[in-house]
């Protein structure tokens, strides 16, 4: 909701819905204003009568020099000790025509140089209260400086609270100062107990606990996720599912109202958008009809939702079964057309009603990007002659409109019938990201029946339970036959261990017919539920079937346990178990690199550049060589997440029969050296025997490494290591050029920030790759493990294969037929699938529709982030959450993004380097799946002469070229096609480049800033 980043203006820039933004402006803190008398009178404040902007540093002499019984500092002292503070912060004198305070500006250098954490607090009249607006906070001090932020719209003043308690009627957290208690709560100290102790152990931070699956469970969100599905397949039903067909679309037309009114205490709203017409369109088993009210008609908006309520009736009458007994959604999808969030943010006000309310808000929603473009003049004459056919501007306005509401029912049909086909509701879904997930799953499971035969025997040892895992077993058992009243003297004991250790390792569970292992975990299911866990009332059970059966459904049951023995017979994911799997997997996610190499490049001028590292000083050269660049090419890896995910082989591939595997269930993790130099040193990674490598396992290893010095220089022009890194931007680590242009261009300097780079060695840090990044790093690259931590296995599979190929060969189809919109829908299918592995709900907060009293509570607890003002007593409130869960499968997400870099670079070092003559061509700039390389061929042939005057082993390229570069511009899996070429490249930055006449800049509309043009690139 809120970007809380300083900039170099005293503006700060909130987004709240997509494109709805609110400028806060941050009055300067000067001289008194009327409005502190009412203050002033309270003896927790104390205030110095100052004719000039100094009111924040004569508060902060309250610190420096505080009042005690003998001595009570009169104001003209603590104007003298405040402008020597200034001088000491600043280091400058201070002068008369200081214009006050800056927060945005100066606060970070005060609390550094002070270390000091300040805490500011502000009034509000309705009702009267004073409150904790924001905490200025410096590492590792234990220092406080608490102010009274006082604004009257155009001026600001501050003063220093003495008793932050007595002025507010709580009592804060110490440690991380966000937390609030009522001082007249009887249960105060022992929540602060509470508090302080989570607090002490967290750092003063919200660290999220991630709660996981007692056992690993199938992911088949196409099943799991949609009740009505799942109902229908576990009573052989299939042929009644069907999907949401009926809906409700609704386009709003705005207009730009400057308000310029004070917001809050501390900043004001410049301008907002005033809504004055709104049309939609009802998709009916009828028919379609659509109805339109605008700004002439009294409270139109709330007359479009009475009508839209209505309509909504009968979209749900529709949309229903006959048969009631089957599950099934109610809710009414209302679809908006260009930007639906920031529509749905002006419609909130209207919401509140005494007809209807707000009951949940959603995070996302299908997104439907919509491109502006100018009118030509042909097209605003058809425009002149269009208007002309009605009456007055508002029939023209009701036309538009309301067409503009149905002109994307057909393409919202089309994706609906197209992702059923995949046994996919695309409307019982909030993103294209989750459907394309559950369409890749759903391919993945397209063979599953729920009679088939599936059991397969787990070579797993047979478990052998220790006595605490049985105690525990025990005291479970007792406390939920208790809290079920049931009777529990006679159930089993600690004394029964031996007995049931044996029952456990010799049989299987009595549902599912499985053996018991660490990973099937054995329990007892009771024989009469109506008794307890006596002896004679139980048999054994796996944990998961137990669960199954808790529901009570047979059918259910049944359909859940037959998931579970397809997951294992097909090797396909499953969720995770260990939170040291979470967390290995989580903290090791990484982006794909965006750099840029050589910033200016032109034929015929450039001269190709190549680094050199000196073994013997221990530096680096950057080397102008006699090859002369002729021309640049931009390669683009064909849809590479899904490219590496499909299970296809490829020739270039060294590895497990050429074929890049994904992962399935995380099997065990490993920190015996030996057994992890087994596993990454297996000389079977090499094996094209089918036989072998379907025996092989998985992994992801932690190391330390570096790349041997003997060899840096076969990988200092493109360090193959892709990795984040702590960088500290000042003028000893970046290098005096760089550092100059921060400074110069008052940009960020002398702080630490992560970046994605490439690197030679892992910078003395313990990393994770998996077992293809690890490898080829290992063989081709030179890296030397200087420590292996662990060694974390999965189950493989490539299951993957039919969701990829299909959706390539649809986008080639697409292409071929010149229809773009179906081309570009399966490359978003195809670029998202694995976004729903990825789902990271530690980012994730709340938003909850609170009263003015309730949110007022709401921002003295700790997990407050922000909150927005929807109507009179209405507020959405973000808060943070001090529990998430992971019901995803994290490890795919993993390996598509590691095998990618692997992948890239397996290209460039095993292809490029020993197909071409890599003295004469530098890299350029790259994104996560294109690189741009600057080349000196013959400079008698134009730039469509790509890489051919530059192979120095034709044999080598004849054998691979097929498997590499893809047939006439065709989407092939795991190729790579020239996108584009030219004689001069100008890169200024990452995603910011020119090529020819070709500008890409990603973020900016080029046609709205006619201001960048080529010669803007050559001057920067």
Not at 283 to 294: E, M, P, R, T
Not at 450 to 456: E, S, V
Not at 534 to 551: E, G, T
Not at 953 to 962: E, L, N
């Amino acid at each position: 909701m809120q970007e809380r980043t300083n900039t170099d203006t005293n503006e700060k820039i909130v987004s709240i819905f997509s494109i709805m933004l609110f400028v806060f402006r941050y009055p300067l803190a000067g001289a008194a204003i009327p409005s502190l008398k009412q203050h002033i009178k309270r003896r927790e404040i104390y205030y110095v009568d100052c004719k000039v902007n100094l009111c924040f540093w004569t508060a902060y002499s309250f610190i420096t020099m505080p009042n005690s019984k003998d001595k009570r500092w009169k104001d003209c002292s603590r104007i003298a000790e405040a402008k020597h503070i200034f001088s000491r912060v600043n280091g400058v004198e201070f002068r008369d025509n200081y214009q006050g305070f800056d927060f945005v500006g100066d606060i970070d250098n005060f609390i550094k140089k002070e270390q000091i954490n300040v805490h500011m607090y502000t009034y509000e009249s309705d009702p009267p209260h004073y409150e904790l607006t924001q905490n200025y906070l410096v590492n590792g001090s234990d220092k406080q400086f608490n102010i009274l932020f006082i604004n009257d719209g155009i001026n600001a003043h501050i003063m220093h609270i003495s008793d932050v308690e007595a002025l507010t009627g709580f009592r804060f957290c110490n440690i991380c100062h966000k937390q609030a208690f009522r001082i007249g709560d009887t249960n105060l100290q022992q929540q602060m107990r509470n508090h302080m102790k989570k607090c002490q152990k967290n750092g003063g931070k919200i660290v999220k606990k991630v709660i996981l699956e007692k056992f690993a469970k199938p992911f088949v969100p196409h099943i799991l996720s949609n009740k009505t599905n799942k109902y229908l397949l576990a009573n052989n039903l299939t042929h009644l599912f069907k999907p949401t067909r009926y809906y409700i679309t609704y386009d709003i037309e705005t207009l730009e109202k400057k308000v310029n009114e004070k917001f809050g205490d501390s900043s004001q709203v410049t301008a907002t958008l005033i809504p004055y017409a709104i049309a939609s369109t009802v998709k009916l088993a009828s028919g379609i009809h659509s109805f339109y009210y605008d700004i002439r008609s009294e409270n139109f908006l709330d007359k479009w939702l009475e009508q839209l309520f209505e309509e909504a009736k009968q979209v749900k009458k529709d949309n229903k079964y006959i048969d009631e007994t089957i599950p099934q959604y109610y809710e009414v999808s209302v679809i908006g057309f260009n930007s639906a969030k920031f529509d749905a943010s002006i419609l909130f006000k209207n919401l509140k009603s005494k007809d209807w309310t707000i009951s949940k808000m959603l995070q996302e929603i299908l997104g439907m990007d919509y491109i502006r473009k100018k009118l030509s003049e042909d097209k605003y004459k058809e425009y002149l002659v269009d208007a002309a056919k009605h009456k007055t501007r508002w029939d023209y306005l009701k036309h538009y409109n309301i067409l503009d509401s149905r002109v994307i029912i057909e393409p919202i049909d089309y994706l609906i019938e197209l992702m059923f086909k995949y046994n996919v509701d695309m409307l019982a879904n909030i993103s294209i990201s989750q459907c394309s997930n559950a369409i890749k799953y759903s391919m993945a499971y397209n063979g599953f029946d729920i009679n088939g035969d599936y059991n397969c025997e787990s070579t797993d040892k047979s478990i052998e339970i220790t006595q605490n895992y049985w105690r525990a077993k025990v005291e479970s058992y007792i406390e939920q036959d208790n809290k079920k009243n049931r009777d529990s003297s006679n159930n089993v004991t600690i004394d029964d261990y031996d007995y049931f250790k044996e029952l456990f390792k010799n049989q299987r569970c009595h549902i599912c017919n499985a053996r018991f292992t660490w990973k099937n975990r054995p329990t007892l299911d009771r024989i009469d539920n109506s008794k307890g866990h006596s002896k004679d009332n139980v048999i054994p059970c796996c944990l998961y079937c137990n669960v199954c059966k808790a529901n009570r459904d047979e059918k259910l049951m049944k359909l859940m346990i037959q998931l579970r023995k397809y997951a294992l017979f097909k090797q396909l994911p499953m969720t995770l178990t260990s939170d040291e799997g979470y967390q290995l997997l989580r903290k090791g996610i990484t982006g794909g690199i965006s750099n840029v190499m050589h910033r200016y490049n032109i034929a015929g001028e450039t001269r190709i550049n190549h680094f050199e590292f000196d073994q013997e000083n221990k530096c680096v050269y950057s080397i102008d060589l006699d090859y002369v660049m002729t021309h640049v090419v931009q390669l683009d890896f064909h849809s590479q997440y899904p490219s590496v995910m499909s299970g296809e082989p490829n020739a270039l591939n060294p590895y497990t029969n050429h074929i890049i595997h994904m992962p399935a269930q995380l099997s065990e993790r490993i920190t015996d050296q030996d057994r992890c130099k087994a596993l990454i040193y297996d000389t079977n990674r090499f094996s094209n025997d089918s036989l072998v490598v379907d025996k092989m396992q998985l992994f992801v290893a932690e190391i330390k490494g570096h790349v041997d010095e003997r060899y840096i220089n076969e990988v200092i022009n493109w360090g193959p290591i892709l990795r984040n890194i702590d960088i500290r931007t000042n003028n000893e680590t970046i290098g005096e050029f760089m550092y100059n242009h921060l400074v110069n261009h008052q940009l960020p300097h002398d702080k630490t920030e992560r970046k994605l780079t490439n690197l030679v060695d892992t910078n003395n840090e313990v990393m994770s790759f998996n077992n293809y990044y690890l490898w080829i790093l290992i063989d081709t690259c030179h890296l030397v493990t200087d420590e292996i931590v662990s060694v974390t296995t999965f189950t493989k599979h490539s299951n993957f294969n039919s969701f990829v190929k299909e959706f390539m060969n649809l986008r080639q189809q697409a292409k071929d037929a010149k229809n773009e919109g179906l081309g570009q829908f399966c490359k978003l299918i195809l670029n998202s699938a694995f976004g729903g592995d990825a789902l990271n709900s530690e980012k994730y907060s709340n938003t909850r529709l609170l009263s003015a009293n309730k949110t007022f509570i709401q921002h003295l607890m700790g997990g407050f982030i922000h909150s927005t003002e929807l109507n009179e007593d209405l507020y959405a409130v973000q808060v943070d959450r001090e529990n998430c869960r992971c019901n995803t499968c994290l490890q795919v997400a993993y390996f598509v993004l590691d095998s990618a870099k692997f992948w890239y670079v397996n290209f460039i070092y095993n292809f490029m380097n020993k197909a071409y003559d890599m003295s004469r061509m530098h890299f350029v700039q790259g994104d996560t799946d294109s690189l741009t390389w600057a080349i000196s061929g013959n400079p008698n042939r134009g730039p469509e002469q790509l890489f051919e005057e530059v192979i120095k082993d034709q044999g080598f390229f004849d054998t691979y070229k097929d498997c590499v570069f893809s047939e006439n511009g065709q989407k092939q899996i795991l190729h790579i096609g020239a996108e584009k070429y030219g004689y001069n490249c100008i890169a200024l930055s990452p995603k910011n480049y020119i090529i020819n006449d070709e500008i890409v800049l990603k973020g900016v509309i080029l046609d709205q800033n006619p201001q960048i043009n080529e010669q803007t690139f050559i001057d920067c």
